[in-house]
Nanobody, 122 residues
Framework: VQLQASGGGLVQAGDSLRLSCAAS????????MGWFRQAPGKEREIVAA????????YYADSVKGRFTISRDNAKNTVLLQTNSLKPEDTALYYC????????????????WGQGTQVTVSS
């Protein structure tokens, strides 16, 4: 699975962005997918995850009610709708795939894409 994130940018607090992760590979449609972020000087953290069918989702407490993860297996795409952005959401956002599907929430991400930068000004 190859992954490429896009959709980041510089926005003001309260704005929205829709991040997109384009995937290639036969195993995408069966993989658990996740969005992560890493801010300067901080560890990478999980933001959201979704199972292969889109019927199960997971969100970090910090983004619940503001972010929504979804997927379109026909288009090999995973989306992260980010609303009511805050300066503390500033980070490099990555998408990742867990093709092992051994646990939920997913914990064995084995494919990673390059990130897309989200910067939120106050």
């Amino acid at each position: 699975v190859q992954l490429q994130a896009s959709g980041g940018g510089l926005v003001q607090a309260g704005d929205s962005l829709r991040l997109s992760c384009a995937a290639s590979g036969r195993t995408f449609s069966s993989a658990f997918m996740g969005w992560f972020r890493q801010a300067p000087g901080k560890e990478r953290e999980i933001v959201a995850a979704i199972n292969w069918s889109g019927t199960m989702t997971y969100y970090a407490d910090s983004v619940k009610g503001r972010f929504t993860i979804s997927r379109d297996n026909a288009k090999n795409t995973v989306l992260l709708q980010t609303n009511s952005l805050k300066p503390e959401d500033t980070a490099l956002y990555y998408c990742a795939a867990d093709t092992t599907r051994t646990s939920w929430p997913p914990s064995r991400y084995n494919y990673w894409g390059q990130g897309t930068q989200v910067t939120v000004s106050s």
